[in-house]
């Protein structure tokens, strides 16, 4: 289920990246992202959020400044994550967010501290 999850929070995360940047998305690409919208984004309980966020409690590893940190994913959306470091990471800096699942998949999400 979450190998499931993570490949359609994804597939947003793409299709409205490619879609911010002005590349051209077919219609299927398009009818797509609409689908997905309806379910992954949008959250009724939090109206600031584009995306819904799902609770998803797995650990990650947060790669900053060429160390990695064992992590805790708390929450993942299509435009970010609630991630437990036990180390201090500054405000505004650049990191990965690597995920892997069943020891097959790995997703690898840019980010933001925050």
Known sequence: M????????YEVAYLE??????MHLDDQERQ???SLAEVLCGDPGY???????LPLNIEVTLR???QEHRAELEEISAGGASVRCPRLLLPESHAQLKISVGGQA??????KVL
Do not use: M, N, T, W
Not at 2 to 9: P, Q, T, Y
Not at 47 to 53: A, F, G, I, P, Q
Not at 106 to 111: A, G, I, L, R, S
């Open 64 to 66: 900053a400044k060429s």
């Open 2 to 9: 979450h190998r499931r999850l993570l490949e359609l929070i």
């Open 17 to 22: 990246a490619r879609d911010r940047a002005g």
């Open 106 to 111: 790995h997703y690898v999400f840019p980010c």
């Open 32 to 34: 797509r992202l609409a």
């Open 47 to 53: 109206e600031r959020r584009r995306h819904r966020r």
